[in-house]
């Protein structure tokens, strides 16, 4: 399996935007989704947000109207939109992809085996 990779992370204050970036051979396939997960420090694994051709798309209620997941602008890219960011956003970004018979929402950790990961990217956002 081919394993996204993730680009875009940075440091910003808070207010500020970013937009992330996973790129992946797998997004083309309805038997698959694209997920955005981020530990922080000392935090548990979440959600952020996830776009499948099959299931439509997902948001964590933490991110709702501040982040926006699409298909970027080559066919195998999908971004992630982060707008008015706040410090408790800061946290290592991972893309996943994801077989679409896991269940949205279900308690996961970053690198579990169902799922193929990136190497995630750092956002820091700061006052």
């Known amino acids: 399996e081919a394993r996204p990779v993730e680009s875009g992370g940075d440091s910003v204050q808070v207010g500020g935007s970013l937009t992330l970036s996973c790129t992946t051979s797998?997004?083309?396939?309805?038997?698959?989704?694209v997920d955005w997960y981020r530990q922080g420090p000392g935090n548990e694994s979440e959600l952020v947000a996830s776009?499948?051709?099959?299931?439509?798309?997902y948001y964590a209620d933490s991110v709702k109207g501040r982040f926006s997941i699409s298909q970027g602008h080559t066919e195998n890219t999908v971004t992630l939109q982060m707008n008015s960011l706040k410090s408790e956003d800061t946290a290592l970004y991972y893309c996943?992809?994801?077989?679409?018979?896991?269940?949205?929402?279900?308690?996961?950790?970053?690198?579990?085996?169902?799922?193929?990961w990136g190497q995630g990217t750092q956002v820091t956002v700061s006052s």
């Open positions: 776009i499948g051709i099959s299931v439509g798309t």
């Open positions: 797998e997004f083309t396939n309805d038997e698959r989704k």
């Open positions: 996943a992809i994801t077989p679409v018979w896991v269940v949205t929402g279900m308690s996961r950790s970053c690198g579990d085996g169902l799922s193929d």
